[in-house]
Structure formats: structure tokens, C-alpha cells
């Protein structure tokens, strides 16, 4: 194998014969199947997630008939003013993969310590690599790693535990595993006897899944305490794992929020790198930008950035910049912005 005969990351790994899956990190974690990513690869459509005009890629891939070890990398990739992949800088990282790795997947530590050098690669922090971890873990069928006991004893006698003990990575397990009724009733049953920084940790991992309606409501519920008591660290933490629930609950968490006469950067931050269904209408596009409006320009102009590079976002919010029913502030923000691009 050499860099010259391979043009893709899929041709890589499917001239390894390797079986493998992808996950888009760039606004939390959802599988890509290998025919989107292809299209990506091949600029036939845009990358669904960016951040920071890149893709934010974790890449799990096994060779089932000669190991059973599992690999991952993290790959962070460019994308160009239209959201599509930057196809050289691609190749760049595809020819330090094969120079370092040649055909075999099944690398050694030491050759696996060469793709530090690949300048599109990228390290996650703790969190982020618990929860792939899990995710990864999940998606394989492996099974969790040993904290994940703990972290069971622990929700179902609350009192008898020091929730301090457990791991990270334990406590991404189990949520890993919240689609299993019993788990989930099990968490459902004593949450409110859990300890509130848990509830915090359990709630950051809920981010990286699609929800059913019975956790999404347990959410729900979450966040309308937290809002009577304005405990805005909880507020934050719900608003996370809704990300990926259904829409008719998000909505009605994120609804009554925009009538709010001023929400805090925090809340708009998070609304715009998790909540991007909230702006494929265009009535709630234009509240969300009066909402930013009364922060600085500094916000302002990079909020709208951030969800303008979004494909399934773009059309709604260059449409609502284009209203004439916007406030004379918003306008005047928006000018602003045009004239600095």
C-alpha cells in the first residue's frame, strides 16, 4: 500500500481490510454512516457538524479475522468557505497515516505514537474520551470497563456509596447504556437521591445520544427544577443532554427560554452548538439573533458564525438577517458584521 494508490480514508481502510465506523464530534457525538462520510470525502455534500470551520472526526476500526483489538483515531480536518472538506489537507494526513502504518493496522505503540506528529489529529479532554470511549465501547459491542459496576451500586443505593469514588469513564458506561430498561428505570427510581454533581456528570454524557421520550422527560423535569432555583449549573447541564432528544420536548424547554427578555452567553453558546434544529424555522432564527443582539459585537458576530457554517442552519439564518421585521439594534449588528466580513 502507498500513498499514491490511495485516495480516501475509506480506501485506507477498506485496502486494510478493516471493518470501521465513524462519529462526528463537532457538536456532540452522532454515528455517520459509511455512505455520508464517502459523500463528505468526495465533496458531494458538506459536513453536517462543524466547529471552527472543521470536522471533528473519531474513527474506530478492527481487523476481526486477525485481532481483536480495536483502534481509534481523532482527525480534525478543515473545511472550506461552503462547509466541504479541504481535500488536500486529506491527503496530507493520509500520507503520514501510510508512511507511518504502510498496510498494517495493527500497529505497534511505537507506530501508533507517529500519528502524533499528523498535524490533523487531535487529542479530546477527559470527558470528550470517556464518552467516545463508551460510545465506542457501545457501538462494538464490548463490554464496559470496570467501573461500571460501581457506578450501578451506586444509583441503586445512593446512601450506602461514595459517589466520589467513581470513575469518569464508569459513569460514561453506564450512560452509554441508558436504551437498557432496566438501567434506565433503575436511574429513573433514584434520581432524586443521587448526588447533584453526579446527576452534572450523568447529564454531560447525555449529549452524545439520541433520547427516548422517558429519559427525555426525566430531563424535562431537571431542568424545570433547576429554573425555579436558578441553579444555572444544572440549567446548563439540562439543556446539554437534550441535545439529541426529541424535538417536541426540546421545544418546549427552548420556547419558553426565547421569551425570556435577555438570556445570558452561556445559554446562547450552548443553544447555537447544540440545539441547531432550533433554526430550521425562521421565525425563531430572528429571536434567537435579537436575543444575541443585546450582547456585545465581539458575541454577536461570533455566534452568527458559528451557526451560519452549519448546513441545515444556513438558509434560515441568511434569510432572517434579510427580515425586515428585525429590530433597529439587530440591524444596526448585523451591518456591523457585513462590514468586518
Not at 489537507?89 to 511505537?110: M, W, Y
Not at 461500571?148 to 452509554?176: C, K, M, N, R, T
Not at 421565525?283 to 456585545?296: G, P, Y
Amino acid at each position: 500500500m502507498s500513498a499514491n494508490t490511495i485516495n480516501s480514508i475509506q480506501e485506507f481502510l477498506d485496502a486494510s481490510q478493516s471493518q470501521y465506523k465513524f462519529i462526528d464530534m463537532g457538536r456532540g457525538f452522532r454515528e455517520i454512516t459509511p455512505e455520508q462520510f464517502a459523500d463528505i470525502e468526495q465533496q458531494r455534500a458538506p459536513a453536517p457538524y462543524p466547529r471552527q470551520q472543521h470536522m471533528w472526526l473519531g474513527c474506530i476500526f478492527w481487523a476481526e479475522q486477525r485481532s481483536s483489538q480495536h483502534y481509534i483515531w481523532f482527525i480534525k480536518l478543515p473545511l472550506d468557505e461552503r462547509g466541504l472538506l479541504n481535500q488536500a489537507a486529506r491527503n496530507v494526513f493520509l500520507e503520514k497515516v501510510v508512511n507511518a502504518l504502510g498496510a498494517q493496522l495493527e500497529h505497534t505503540e511505537k507506530q501508533q505514537g507517529q500519528l502524533g506528529d499528523n498535524p490533523y489529529t487531535f487529542v479530546p479532554n477527559q470527558q470528550q474520551l470517556a464518552d467516545f470511549n463508551a460510545k465506542a465501547k457501545a457501538l462494538v459491542g464490548a463490554k464496559p470497563g470496570q467501573g461500571f459496576q460501581a457506578v450501578g451500586e451506586y444509583i441503586h443505593a445512593p446512601a450506602e456509596h461514595d459517589w466520589q469514588l467513581l470513575s469518569v469513564q464508569g459513569v460514561a458506561d453506564y450512560v452509554a447504556r441508558l436504551s437498557d430498561p432496566m438501567l434506565f428505570a433503575a436511574l429513573s427510581m433514584q434520581w432524586q437521591q443521587l448526588a447533584p454533581s453526579f446527576q452534572t456528570a450523568v447529564l454531560s454524557s447525555l449529549e452524545n445520544y439520541v433520547i427516548n421520550k422517558p429519559l427525555a422527560m426525566l430531563i424535562k423535569h431537571h431542568w424545570d427544577a433547576a429554573t425555579k432555583q436558578n441553579n444555572d449549573i444544572h440549567m446548563i447541564a439540562s439543556l446539554r443532554a437534550l441535545a439529541q432528544a426529541p424535538e417536541a420536548i426540546v421545544l418546549k424547554v427552548l420556547q419558553p427560554l426565547l421569551q425570556r427578555a435577555y438570556l445570558n452567553a452561556d445559554l446562547l453558546i450552548l443553544i447555537a452548538a447544540r440545539h441547531m434544529r432550533l433554526f430550521a424555522d425562521i421565525e425563531r432564527a430572528k429571536v434567537f439573533l435579537e436575543k444575541c443582539a443585546l450582547h456585545d459585537d465581539v458575541l454577536f458576530q461570533g455566534l452568527f458564525s458559528d451557526i451560519v457554517q452549519v448546513p441545515q442552519c444556513r438558509i434560515y439564518i441568511l434569510q432572517a438577517i434579510q427580515s425586515d421585521s428585525l429590530s433597529q439594534l439587530c440591524k444596526t449588528k448585523i451591518a456591523t458584521l457585513q462590514q468586518a466580513r
